[in-house]
């Protein structure tokens, strides 16, 4: 089973700019992962923000958006807000439709 | 509104079975895959299982396959997860997901239902 990894945490500035990643273990991450973003604010149910590398949801807030960036799947913040503060978890696609997990990004807004 | 409900969460002992549900309401529950995913107590999330509208298509993760059934009723609108010979590792919020479908990608989740493996 493939391994995805993300970087453990992250900080960023209120109204600064940060940038999440997702590697796979398998080699380049393409648009044939299909890469998600999730995120997910202690106590809560995750919610969907980013699915097929950079399609938004309608509640997705604007300041997010992904790419593919290096060979990883990536997700940009601009213009964090204290209400981003959160983990971050992206979701790779793989034969037959497995999907998995990265460990997740916690993000501090400070 | 989109509705995931899952139930069946519980107490069970190390070896032992159970079955969670999750109904949906509020769209055309035959038209999406399903998914089942789970979250151990301050841990990241995990995938575990997807099945396809023919409800006999599925892929498991590595740590579940041979233990964990996936199936759907689609005229019950219900996606279960059969599992079996629980481990105490299993113990984890267990949520239904709606990634991907003949209509979109909707990306719901349910509420989550807890099973907590424990002699």
């Known amino acids: 089973q493939a391994v995805v990894t993300q970087e453990p945490s992250l900080t960023v500035s209120p109204g600064g700019t940060v940038t999440l990643t997702c590697g796979s273990s398998?080699?380049?991450?393409?648009?044939?992962?299909?890469p998600y973003w999730f995120q997910q604010k202690p106590g809560q149910v995750p919610m969907s923000l980013i699915y097929?590398?950079?399609n938004k949801y309608s509640w997705t807030p604007g300041r997010f958006s992904g790419s593919l960036l290096g060979g990883k799947a990536a997700l940009t913040l601009s213009g964090a807000q204290p209400e981003d503060e959160a983990d971050y978890y992206c979701?790779?696609?793989?034969?037959?439709?497995?999907?998995?997990f990265g460990g997740g990004t916690k993000l501090t807004v400070l | 509104d989109v509705q995931l409900v899952e139930s069946g969460g519980g107490l069970v002992q190390p070896g032992g079975s159970l079955r969670l549900s999750c109904t949906a309401s509020?769209?055309?529950?035959?038209?999406?895959?399903m998914h089942w995913v789970r979250q151990a107590p301050g841990k990241g999330l995990v995938w575990l299982s997807i099945?396809?509208?023919?409800?006999?298509?599925?892929e498991y993760a590595d740590s579940v396959k041979g233990r964990f059934t996936i199936s759907r009723d689609n005229a019950k609108n219900t996606v279960y997860l059969q599992m079996n010979s629980l481990k105490d590792e299993d113990t984890a919020v267990y949520y239904c997901?709606?990634?991907?479908?003949?209509?979109?990608?909707?990306?719901?989740w349910g509420q989550g239902t807890l099973v907590t493996v424990s002699a």
């Open positions: 509020g769209f055309t529950f035959s038209r999406y895959w």
């Open positions: 099945i396809k509208l023919d409800g006999v298509t599925a």
């Open positions: 398998t080699g380049a991450v393409t648009s044939g992962h299909y």
């Open positions: 997901a709606r990634f991907e479908g003949l209509g979109g990608s909707p990306g719901d």
């Open positions: 979701l790779l696609s793989y034969t037959a439709n497995r999907r998995v």
């Open positions: 097929d590398i950079h």
